[in-house]
Structure formats: structure tokens, C-alpha cells
């Protein structure tokens, strides 16, 4: 249990809707998106012609396999370590390479679902029976700080889909720096970046016609609903995109179509929404190479190299700890 102020809550998703919801202007974090219909929908959106992140990611993967998978050969092999690691689409490909290479290492999948850690495992016996896995549930900071425990042999610390963009810049690099703090010697860190591009290709991505991203971004309030005992009608909430070019942040927002009352029996907290007022829910940061190399040595790591798709939309980096 957890206290703020006077108020005690049983879990971190109650302490943090608390406090997003009294806030002003009202948020909420992305990370709370993904329960098992939330995971479902990801991956519905990882499927749309329109979220070009997941092709690009996987043609760097797909392409550039072997050069990938030689930087992080070591004699004593290697720990692979995955920081929400979702369904580990694009991560297979690597897998698979190092799998048929007989190389050794072992794979340490992290993501704050059960659920998703629970359908990769599953997927990953069938499909790869020679690869050691060890799941483990939590957020990218309870971890990291587990990490630092695999201290025996090389450690890869892999960090896919842009979920970096998730962070504002000041929250990236206390991260990055984390990450940094618990890499030693010849660790590697090898991350995705979405790029800046026109405009409107990042708010498609965001902002589809069927309404995947819309339902995505409604399902926290299903989630409140269900999980805190909450009485949100969905439907009296607009799903609403916005991207800055000048910062490259792609911005979701839930806006109250109209003033309305939600209470929360898990939190007995009223919630009052004026007609158009809005809840932050993500963003999703898109970056330069001078912004990457800046938040690198903000953070102490060194870009060691980088791969890109054939329309630079996205980048894979590798780093090492200076
Ligand atoms: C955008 S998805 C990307 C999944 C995968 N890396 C990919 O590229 O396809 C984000 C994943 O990270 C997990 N996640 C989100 N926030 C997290 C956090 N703070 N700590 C740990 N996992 C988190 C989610 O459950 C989800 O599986």
C-alpha cells in the first residue's frame, strides 16, 4: 500500500490515475494502456498500413541481421535483455539468426503485462525450443535496477518500437542515464528511434480511419472502469492527435466532448470534466540524429553505429557506455 497525502492506495495504477485525474491539465501514462485487450490492440495497430513504425523496424531487422548480430558477438557469449518487449514480432528475427548461428545467449524479455510476457513465452517454445528465456514483469525502472545483477558476461540491452518516444526529453535521458549506470565494459545498447518525416504520415500513424488508435487510447478508461469500479462513458470522450513539427512530439489526448461527472469507487474520488477539456495520455517523441547524439552524451552512453530503412522513417542505434 501506498500513501499520498491522506489518501492510501493498493496498487500504483490507483496511486497514478489519482493523480493525473486531480491534476491540472488532467494526464494519464501510456503504460497503463496495456491490459490483455490493450496488448490485443497494439498489436491490431502494429498490423495497420498506416503505423508505418513496426514495417520500418522490421526491414532494419530483417535486412541488416548478421551485421546486427556480430556487434553483439562476444567468446563468452551473451545476456539479451528486452525492455517491454510487447509480442517480440520484430525481436524474432534476431532470435532466430542467433539461434541458427548456435550462438550463446540467453533471452530476458521485460514488460510491465503479464499478459504479454506470458503469450511470448509461450510463442517462443514452439517456435525457437533452443532458446533460454527468462521472463520478467515490471516497469523499465523496477527492472533496471535488477539488471545490474547480470554482471558475468557481455549484456545487450535491446529497447525496440520507439518506445523511447514515450518519454519527454528530461524523463529519457534520467532513463538513459540508468541504463548507462548499470552497462559495464563492452555492453551494448541498441534502441529505436522514429524519426522526424511529413507531417501527416506521423498523424496517421496515430490517428487511423478504422479507429484502432482511437479504441487504444479509450481503453485506459475501460481499464479504470473495470479495474477501479469507475463510471466513464467512453463515448462522451473524443480521440484526439496533434504533432508539433517544431518539437516532433506526436501528442494523444482524450477531450470531454460535453461537462460531465465520473466517480471512482476504487478511489471514492469525483472527477469533474469541463465541456472540451482534455486528459494527456501519450507521446510519442519523434527525433534527428543531433537529438539522438545529444541525448547520448546527456546520459553518458556513445552512438557506436546505426541502421536505417530505405525511406529513412526510422532509426536502430547502437550504443555503449562511455
Ligand atoms: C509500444 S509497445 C512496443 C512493443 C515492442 N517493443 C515492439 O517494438 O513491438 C510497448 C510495450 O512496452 C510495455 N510497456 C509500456 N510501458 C512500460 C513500462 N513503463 N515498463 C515496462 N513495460 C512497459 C507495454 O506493455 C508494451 O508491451
Not at 528475427?93 to 503469450?119: G, M, R, T, W
Not at 506526436?250 to 466532448?257: C, D, H, Q
Not at 471512482?264 to 470534466?273: E, G, P, S
Request: proline share 2%; hydrophobic share 35%; aromatic share 12%.
Amino acid at each position: 500500500m501506498t500513501n499520498s497525502n491522506t489518501k492510501t492506495f493498493n496498487s500504483t495504477f490507483e496511486k497514478e490515475v489519482n493523480e493525473g485525474l486531480v491534476a491540472f491539465p488532467k494526464y494519464l501514462s501510456s503504460k497503463w494502456f496495456y491490459d490483455k485487450k490493450g496488448d490485443k490492440l497494439f498489436q491490431d495497430i502494429m498490423a495497420m498500413p498506416e503505423y508505418y513504425l513496426t514495417d520500418c523496424e522490421y526491414n532494419i531487422l530483417d535486412t541488416h541481421t548478421a551485421a546486427i548480430a556480430n556487434q553483439f558477438n562476444s567468446p563468452e557469449g551473451f545476456d539479451l535483455i528486452e525492455l517491454g518487449a510487447g509480442d517480440g514480432k520484430k525481436t524474432k528475427l534476431l532470435l532466430k539468426y542467433l539461434s541458427d548461428q548456435n550462438v550463446n545467449f540467453d533471452y530476458l524479455p521485460i514488460d510491465i503485462s503479464q499478459n504479454a510476457l506470458d503469450q511470448l513465452e509461450e510463442s517462443l517454445t514452439k517456435e525457437f525450443p533452443k532458446v533460454s528465456v527468462k521472463t520478467q514483469q515490471g516497469t523499465y525502472f523496477e527492472v533496471l535496477e535488477k539488471i545490474s545483477e547480470y554482471n558475468k558476461r557481455k549484456k545487450i540491452i535491446l529497447f525496440l518500437g520507439s518506445n523511447i518516444g514515450n518519454l519527454l526529453h528530461e524523463q529519457a535521458i534520467n532513463f538513459l542515464t540508468k541504463v548507462k549506470d548499470v552497462m559495464s565494459g563492452d555492453d551494448m545498447l541498441f534502441m529505436g528511434f522514429d524519426q522526424k518525416k511529413h507531417p501527416q504520415t506521423i498523424l496517421d500513424a496515430y490517428n487511423d480511419k478504422a479507429g484502432i488508435t482511437e479504441a487504444f487510447n479509450k481503453n485506459i478508461l475501460h481499464r479504470i472502469n473495470n479495474e477501479l469500479e469507475a463510471n466513464f462513458n467512453v463515448d462522451n470522450f473524443l480521440h484526439w492527435e496533434v504533432y508539433d513539427p517544431e518539437s516532433g512530439s506526436a501528442k494523444s489526448y482524450l477531450v470531454s466532448k460535453e461537462a460531465q461527472t465520473v466517480y471512482i469507487k476504487a478511489l471514492d474520488l469525483t472527477v469533474n470534466f469541463n465541456a472540451w477539456e482534455s486528459i494527456h495520455t501519450e507521446i510519442s517523441q519523434k527525433y534527428t540524429d543531433a537529438v539522438v547524439e545529444w541525448l547520448a552524451e546527456e546520459s553518458g552512453l556513445k552512438v557506436v553505429t546505426n541502421f536505417t530503412d530505405e525511406n529513412k522513417y526510422y532509426k536502430n542505434y547502437i550504443f555503449n557506455a562511455n
